[in-house]
């Protein structure tokens, strides 16, 4: 027999209505559409998994939707397939790059000449404002938590930004774990990792904040608990609602009530450590994270509190000797380490520059940190990629 709790798959309030049956996602959407046009962007890299062809399938059928395939986030894509339009809803199945377009179609015109225009800044900050066209998304992994938050990153003129506002909300998720069951060793793996960018970033960002602290430290001890039978062709459903569940509240907010505004340093260095190695962004933050930390312990607590993430870490995995060895565990050597190429293709002076120029350097995005506190992390993470060999 279902629970209650099944048949509205992964929990995640507030933000958009989630339910776990196709029929129901289906009927809201005829709901809104009426005769009106339906985009549907699905992510291309999972097209010949059968679970979600079929999802899309179905959905072109009963929706009459027009499918544009997605590999990429950037400028160009967006642009084209908002170009098809106008559209009355856009529907994105897929991975956080697939949603992440998905919502960008939504926008209006003014909203994309926002994301769009020249500027330094590699973060846009959208007015807000009412939205005529529908979002529904359907995620087929976990970890960018991009069908909850109110977020969405692009490439433009050759770089990423991070784009957000309340536009960005999607109106309904199909929250289903079959969807999930696809993921191998090392997707499950990056998935975990970028989860865990965003616990231990929030969490030791302040002090002690009551309600964060608690959820924080359940949501990190309940993902280590998963991570094992996650892996190893372990796929049950409950295991990955609970992940999902997790990563997706993740994004809601509550993890950084009371906390500083200004608290995504790791977040920065790792996306543009991630375009300029060559990897994913898991990838990088599985290197970045450690620099980070070491960084962190031997600094003046700018970049955070290295107390509260050796208690955090203490209380999830009591057994490790320090949160890098906790990682380390975590990951239990399911990533690709980029090459020595890819990890020098950028110097770090350069690097370190071409971040704090986009994000810093008079623009609020990176707290208190300068372009030197940016190079130590990255001379710190350049250090862990030479010396840790990680294999698929």
Same mark, same amino acid.
């Given at each position: 027999?279902?629970?209650?709790?099944?048949?509205?798959?992964w929990?995640?309030?507030?933000g958009?209505?989630?339910v776990?049956?196709?029929?129901?996602?289906?009927?809201?959407?005829?709901?809104?559409?009426?005769?009106g046009?339906?985009?549907?962007?699905?992510?291309?890299?999972?097209?010949?998994?059968?679970?979600?062809?079929?999802l899309?399938?179905?959905?072109?059928?009963r929706?009459?939707?027009?499918?544009?395939?997605?590999? %990429?986030?950037?400028?160009e894509l967006?642009?084209?397939?908002?170009?098809?339009?106008?559209?009355?809803i856009?529907?994105?199945?897929g991975?956080?790059?697939?949603l992440?377009?998905?919502?960008?179609?939504?926008? %209006?015109?003014?909203?994309m000449?926002?994301?769009?225009?020249?500027?330094? +800044?590699?973060?846009?900050?959208? =007015?807000?404002? =009412?939205?005529s066209?529908?979002?529904?998304?359907?995620p087929?992994?976990f970890?960018?938590? @991009?069908?909850?938050?109110l977020?969405?990153?692009?490439?433009?003129?050759?770089r990423?930004?991070?784009? @957000?506002g309340?536009?960005?909300?999607?109106?309904?998720?199909?929250?289903?774990?079959d969807?999930?069951?696809?993921?191998?060793?090392?997707?499950?793996?990056?998935?975990?990792v970028?989860?865990?960018?965003?616990?231990?970033t929030?969490?030791?960002?302040?002090?002690?904040? =009551?309600?964060?602290?608690?959820?924080?430290?359940?949501?990190?001890?309940?993902?280590?608990?998963?991570a094992?039978r996650?892996?190893?062709g372990?796929?049950a459903?409950?295991?990955?609602?609970?992940?999902? +569940?997790?990563?997706?509240?993740?994004h809601?907010?509550w993890?950084g009530?009371?906390r500083?505004?200004?608290?995504?340093?790791?977040?920065?260095?790792?996306?543009?450590?991630?375009?300029?190695w060559s990897?994913t962004?898991?990838?990088?933050?599985s290197?970045?994270?450690?620099?980070?930390?070491?960084?962190?312990?031997?600094?003046?607590?700018?970049?955070?509190?290295?107390?509260r993430?050796?208690?955090?870490?203490?209380?999830?995995m009591?057994?490790?000797?320090?949160p890098?060895?906790?990682?380390?565990q975590?990951?239990?050597?399911?990533?690709?380490?980029p090459s020595d190429?890819?990890l020098?293709?950028?110097?770090?002076?350069?690097?370190?520059?071409r971040?704090?120029?986009?994000?810093?350097?008079?623009?609020?995005?990176?707290?208190?940190?300068g372009? %030197?506190?940016?190079r130590?992390?990255?001379?710190?993470?350049?250090?862990?990629?030479?010396?840790?060999?990680?294999?698929?």
């Open positions: 027999m279902r629970t209650s709790a099944e048949e509205v798959g929990v995640v309030h507030p958009a209505l989630t776990d049956a196709l029929d129901a996602f289906v009927q809201r959407l005829r709901e809104w559409t009426g005769t046009r339906v985009c549907l962007v699905a992510d291309r890299n999972h097209a010949s998994v059968p679970t979600i062809a079929d899309v399938d179905t959905l072109v059928e929706l009459g939707a027009q499918l544009h395939a997605a590999s %990429d986030d950037s400028e967006v642009t084209s397939i908002a170009d098809a339009g106008p559209w009355d856009v529907i994105g199945v991975g956080g790059v697939a992440d377009v998905a919502k960008l179609v939504s926008l %209006d015109a003014d909203a000449r926002r994301v769009t225009s020249p500027g330094r +800044s590699s973060r846009v900050v959208l =007015p807000d404002v =009412p939205r066209t529908r979002v529904a998304l359907a087929t992994t970890g960018t938590g @991009s069908e909850l938050s977020s969405a990153c692009v490439t433009t003129r050759g990423k930004r991070l784009v @957000s309340a536009v960005l909300g999607a109106d309904v998720v199909l929250a289903r774990s969807l999930l069951t696809s993921l191998d060793d090392e997707q499950m793996t990056e998935g975990l970028e989860v865990l960018l965003r616990l231990t929030v969490y030791t960002a302040g002090e002690a904040a =009551p309600f964060a602290d608690v959820v924080t430290r359940a949501s990190l001890r309940q993902l280590v608990e998963l094992p996650l892996r190893n372990g796929r459903p409950a295991d990955l609602r609970a992940i999902a +569940s997790i990563s997706a509240f993740s809601t907010g993890l009530r009371d500083p505004p200004m608290v995504t340093l790791p977040w920065i260095i790792t996306t543009e450590a991630s375009i300029a990897c962004k898991a990838v990088a933050a290197l970045v994270l450690p620099g980070y930390w070491s960084v962190m312990r031997d600094g003046d607590g700018r970049l955070g509190s290295y107390r993430l050796c208690e955090l870490w203490a209380e999830a009591p057994r490790a000797t320090s890098a060895e906790a990682l380390d975590i990951i239990d050597g399911r990533l690709r380490r190429d890819e020098t293709r950028l110097g770090d002076d350069a690097l370190a520059a971040i704090t120029a986009r994000w810093g350097a008079g623009l609020p995005f990176m707290g208190e940190a372009r %030197d506190d940016v130590e992390v990255i001379d710190a993470a350049l250090a862990q990629g030479r010396t840790v060999a990680l294999t698929v």
